[in-house]
């Protein structure tokens, strides 16, 4: 396949949610033009600033007890304290709490309701031998 | 903590100039911020990473936090719990995930069919009933020692 050009063996691939395309099939790799490496030099100097606030703070002769990180403390404020003032029920999100959360105690209610009439009644026609067991 | 509150996440951004403001915020190019569809499912403006494990990530570079493989202050995805290096892993495979999976169901129907072909139609080698020494175990099953016993023969000729 060395004469295939490198997309159509990315896609023959098959890159899903549960594994990535490797770097080498990725055209994005081989990318060299100025805008790419416009943007990455930015997002170096992100980083570098990040670092630099960091090791600032870890090479500090008086450090602070803990060095907390704002990046998990967002992490953690978004996944507990943000949901609840930014969700909006729709139609998506009703039909996933109808079938996710409604649907399994229904279920389970007339399953379990079901079972127990059907051991009744086989009681009441004397079919069932009752097990005696103390626990 | 000690952060205000426009340093925390918030709702989604409408304007553009609410998604420089998160893109800042979350320490990113404004390019690369893409937050949530908003579809009311409670993710607010917290930005959309792809969705790669920390296995992926550079193993000889120089991470503030080595095990995590993650940076101070770098934005973590929504799921980072679930992509840390003890749990899912999404790094290219060697064979294509398609392959496995087709050869993976292909030998598990194969086992299953014969399993359930074997549990409905058993097959084993013929067998007669059990022959006992001892005139049937004449004595063993309690018969008279001073009688004769009667005569057992288990052949023809």
Same mark, same amino acid.
């Given at each position: 396949?060395?004469?295939?050009?490198?997309?159509?063996?990315?896609?023959?691939?098959?890159?899903?949610?549960?594994?990535?395309?490797?770097?080498?099939?990725?055209?994005?790799?081989?990318?060299?033009?100025?805008?790419?490496?416009r943007?990455e030099?930015?997002?170096?100097?992100i980083?570098?600033?990040?670092?630099?606030?960091?090791?600032?703070?870890?090479?500090?002769?008086?450090?602070?007890?803990?060095?907390?990180?704002?990046?998990?403390?967002?992490?953690?404020?978004?996944?507990?304290?943000?949901?609840?003032?930014?969700?909006?029920?729709?139609?998506?999100?009703?039909?996933l709490?109808?079938?996710?959360?409604?649907?399994?105690?229904?279920?389970?209610?007339?399953?379990?309701?079901?079972?127990?009439?059907?051991?009744?009644?086989?009681?009441?026609?004397?079919?069932?031998?009752?097990?005696?067991?103390?626990? | 903590?000690?952060?205000?509150?426009?340093?925390?996440?918030?709702?989604?951004?409408?304007?553009?100039?609410?998604?420089?403001?998160?893109a #800042?915020?979350?320490?990113? /190019?404004?390019?690369? +911020? =893409?937050?949530?569809?908003? *579809?009311?499912?409670?993710?607010?403006?917290? @930005?959309?990473?792809?969705? #790669?494990?920390?296995?992926? /990530?550079?193993?000889? +570079? =120089?991470?503030?936090?080595? *095990?995590?493989?993650?940076?101070?202050?770098? @934005?973590?995805?929504?799921?980072?719990?679930?992509?840390? /290096?003890?749990?899912?892993?999404?790094?290219?495979?060697?064979?294509?995930?398609?392959?496995?999976?087709?050869?993976?169901?292909?030998?598990l129907?194969?086992?299953?069919?014969?399993?359930?072909?074997?549990?409905?139609?058993?097959?084993?080698?013929?067998?007669?009933?059990?022959?006992?020494?001892?005139?049937?175990?004449?004595?063993?099953?309690?018969?008279?020692?001073?009688?004769?016993?009667?005569?057992?023969?288990?052949?023809?000729?």
């Amino acid at each position: 396949m060395a004469s295939a050009p490198a997309e159509s063996a990315a896609r023959l691939y098959g890159a899903n949610r549960f594994v990535s395309l490797p770097a080498e099939l990725n055209a994005d790799t081989y990318d060299r033009s100025p805008e790419k490496r416009r943007a990455e030099v930015e997002r170096l100097a992100i980083r570098a600033q990040l670092k630099r606030q960091y090791q600032l703070q870890l090479n500090n002769p008086n450090p602070p007890a803990v060095i907390e990180d704002p990046a998990l403390v967002r992490w953690a404020y978004a996944k507990t304290q943000n949901v609840y003032p930014t969700f909006r029920p729709t139609p998506k999100t009703s039909v996933l709490g109808a079938v996710y959360a409604l649907g399994p105690i229904l279920f389970w209610i007339f399953a379990l309701k079901a079972d127990r009439d059907r051991k009744e009644k086989r009681i009441q026609e004397g079919k069932y031998h009752r097990p005696f067991s103390v626990f | 903590s000690e952060m205000s509150k426009d340093m925390m996440p918030g709702p989604y951004p409408r304007t553009p100039e609410e998604r420089a403001a998160a893109a #800042k915020k979350y320490n990113m /190019r404004v390019e690369d +911020y =893409q937050p949530y569809p908003d *579809d009311g499912l409670g993710y607010g403006d917290y @930005p959309m990473l792809p969705n #790669k494990s920390q296995y992926e /990530r550079d193993p000889w +570079y =120089q991470w503030d936090q080595p *095990d995590m493989r993650h940076n101070w202050g770098e @934005p973590m995805h929504w799921d980072f719990d679930m992509y840390i /290096r003890n749990r899912v892993d999404t790094s290219p495979t060697v064979v294509p995930w398609h392959t496995m999976r087709k050869h993976f169901l292909v030998f598990l129907s194969t086992m299953l069919i014969m399993f359930g072909l074997g549990a409905f139609y058993p097959s084993y080698r013929p067998v007669g009933p059990k022959q006992y020494p001892f005139n049937d175990l004449y004595l063993e099953r309690g018969g008279d020692p001073n009688k004769e016993p009667p005569a057992v023969i288990h052949y023809e000729i």
